[in-house]
């Protein structure tokens, strides 16, 4: 169970952890990749035991402890509300960008305000048994998705340890299902229709946002840009 997981994370490691990311091209903001990252850090002496479980946590996870999951969805969820006032702009300048870049859209359905409302509806939905065999059906679906999508390595370590550490990451993914799929992005097209969006919320406190389109960041006119930015934040807005 996630017990034992735990007691044998931290006796070998520095802890495992895992997230998901978006990047937006360069050249083209309507352009995306996406990314699951899954990371750990051990002594050196520990570099096997590491990389064994993190290739048993992608490919073994289990999600049939119903209970935890539960407790899970709940605590993401007092979470949210309660830190609703302490990120209250950051909400508003993701509720505002909504829809401008395939990213900013991902952010808000991830990490804004549409999230927090998601979670509250989930955790609703967690008290019955179809709702926990629906999570854990969704669950093991996107564990064979991601077991079968393209992949990279890092590996940050001691000149010395370098070549173990690497043997033993390549060691431990032949472990993992063959590559089955290639890595594509994700082109949303030019289309942008701006709104107007108001959210009410459990805090004392109101928060308003504008964002504005601009250039991509290889643009020439991008650096002029992130300057004013930061002086009309530094001298004009605070």
């Given at each position: ?24 091209s ?18 050196a ?13 992608l ?32 909400l ?106 108001a959210?009410v ?7 308003c946002?504008?964002v ?27």
């Open positions: 169970d996630y017990m034992t997981q735990q007691a044998r994370q931290s006796a070998y490691t520095g802890g495992l952890s895992a997230s998901v990311g978006a990047r937006t360069i050249d083209d903001p309507n352009t995306d990749r996406h990314m699951f990252t899954l990371r750990g850090k051990a002594l002496r520990n570099t096997d035991a590491m990389t064994d479980m993190l290739v048993r946590t490919a073994q996870a289990r999600f049939d402890e119903s209970d935890r999951l539960v407790e899970l969805i709940a605590q993401m969820r007092a979470q949210d509300e309660s830190r609703i006032t302490d990120i209250g702009h950051q508003a300048l993701m509720a505002a960008a909504d829809g401008m870049t395939p990213v900013s859209s991902l952010n808000e359905q991830s990490s804004g305000l549409t999230a927090i409302a998601d979670h509250k509806a989930l955790d609703a939905q967690l008290h019955s048994r179809t709702g926990t065999d629906y999570l854990r059906a969704h669950f093991e679906a996107l564990q064979q998705a991601l077991l079968s999508a393209p992949r990279r390595v890092a590996v940050v370590s001691e000149r010395a340890h370098a070549v173990d550490a690497t043997t033993a990451i390549t060691e431990a993914l032949k472990h993992l299902p063959p590559i089955s799929s290639k890595a594509a992005r994700t082109a949303a097209g030019n289309g942008f229709a701006p709104t107007n969006l959210w919320v459990n805090s004392p406190v109101s928060f946002a504008k504005f389109r601009a250039p991509a960041q290889g643009h020439a006119d991008t650096p002029a840009l992130m300057v004013l930015a930061q002086l009309l934040r530094s001298n004009f807005l605070h």
